[in-house]
């Protein structure tokens, strides 16, 4: 990366969650602090140790009615109606016209665990069982719809798999090689099977009694993390694309580091070296030094080890500046999205960046002693932003840490 001589700019942002539809009311709810985790109505998760989600709204489909013909509709997925929604949104805000651009340097790069055909997933028959299991799908319907003919693909690295995904398409625009990437990616492990399987791993949070309260990273009483669902769009374009079109342009992407822990499927290297290492990476390859960075996007799952080594990380790499540095999880509030989480907390990131905003991290009513950074609890705050960090760390050990940078056309 430190060849590149294209600077890669976010052009267009897109969000589905549990807090809303699309980018403006997410973004609006989450600087109100508000919650979107619910007791799960999807399928009866009465016999369950969690029961409770952060679930998109039920007034998606009504919405998703607006951008999907009936006809491929039946052969999506609600996961896969999700990225789709979002991804055709985030182009249309953004004012792109690909009738003016060279459809063969655009690309859809994505970050997708699975399709999202479980158990809960309705309407799946034998006519459309193996195009709606088709995790891949979620970018070729993409590229179809808008004519791409450049690079189409998903990317699986479990928590981590949108991130990685966006930090392949700067490269692909850093490089020379494409002049516009749709990246991000969707995800939905609100079902039953997946969600026992968690409860077996002691992974989620049991705090049914009161949902909103549920997800509370760095907290001394955090008991797991809260599963989430929707999607992230981040499109990605070259500064010379972006200027031709005159683009209203959110942030830079200025840089990235991916990395793989190569110690255990579950836990995290002790005392955060894994996650140190990929944020010191990150800062080398996007020619940004710790004394830059005004706010930490925290991978922030609310599980006791997680919080404590990333915390322990930020230390690390931050030094004595660590404690006077923004730090938050909005997974407080939208819960753990999995595959979409890097896209979703990319692009609220660029939101930050661009507004001087940092979204809060609710119910740290008592933090944990061990973990004194500022963690920004209970309420939103106007900060200068110059540099930001996104951190995603994911089972496997697959981390990735993304730079995003305040964009101005003297750089």
């Not at 952060?54 to 998606?60: H, N, P």
Request: glycine share 8%; with cysteine.
């Amino acid at each position: 990366m430190s060849e590149k001589n294209h600077k890669v700019l976010v052009t267009g942002l897109g969000i589905i969650s549990a807090l809303g539809l699309d980018l403006a009311e997410n973004w609006a709810n989450l600087c109100a602090g508000k919650s979107g985790i619910r007791e799960i109505t999807l399928f009866d998760a009465s016999k369950l140790q969690t029961r409770i989600a952060a679930q998109v709204s039920g007034s998606f489909e009504e919405y998703a009615k607006e951008y999907c013909k009936k006809r491929i509709s039946h052969q999506m997925t609600r996961v896969t109606r999700f990225c789709y929604v979002c991804a055709l949104d985030a182009v249309a805000r953004s004012g792109i016209d690909f009738d003016a651009f060279d459809r063969s340097r655009c690309g859809v790069i994505l970050g997708a665990v699975t399709s999202g055909n479980s158990t809960a997933e309705q309407g799946t028959t034998a006519k459309n069982r193996i195009i709606k299991g088709m995790s891949n799908s979620m970018s070729a319907w993409i590229s179809m719809h808008f004519g791409l003919e450049g690079p189409n693909f998903v990317v699986n690295t479990a928590c981590a798999s949108s991130a990685y995904a966006m930090s392949l398409a700067h490269d692909l625009i850093a490089s020379g090689r494409a002049d516009l990437v749709i990246a991000g990616g969707a995800d939905s492990t609100i079902n039953y099977e997946e969600i026992e399987g968690f409860n077996e791993l002691y992974a989620l949070s049991t705090f049914n009694e009161d949902p909103v309260r549920a997800s509370r990273p760095f907290s001394a009483e955090r008991d797991g993390f809260v599963i989430g669902e929707g999607a992230g769009i981040v499109i990605l374009e070259s500064e010379k694309s972006a200027i031709r079109r005159k683009a209203d342009v959110y942030a830079e992407f200025a840089g990235y580091a991916l990395t793989s822990e190569a110690y255990n499927i579950m836990s995290p290297k002790k005392d955060g070296e894994g996650m140190a290492k990929t944020m010191r990476l990150a800062l080398g390859n996007s020619g940004t030094s710790p004394e830059d960075i005004d706010y930490i996007n925290a991978h922030g799952t609310s599980t006791t080890l997680n919080d404590k080594y990333e915390t322990m990380a930020i230390r690390e790499v931050f030094g004595s500046r660590a404690g006077s540095i923004p730090v938050s999880s909005v997974k407080s509030m939208i819960g753990h999205t999995i595959g979409a989480a890097g896209a979703i907390e990319a692009a609220i990131t660029s939101m930050s960046v661009r507004n001087d905003m940092v979204a809060p991290t609710m119910n740290l009513e008592r933090r944990d002693p061990e973990l004194d950074l500022d963690f920004v609890p209970e309420k939103a705050r106007r900060h200068v932003i110059r540099n930001a960090i996104s951190n995603s760390f994911a089972f496997g050990g697959h981390n990735a840490t993304i730079v995003l940078r305040k964009y101005t056309a003297q750089d």
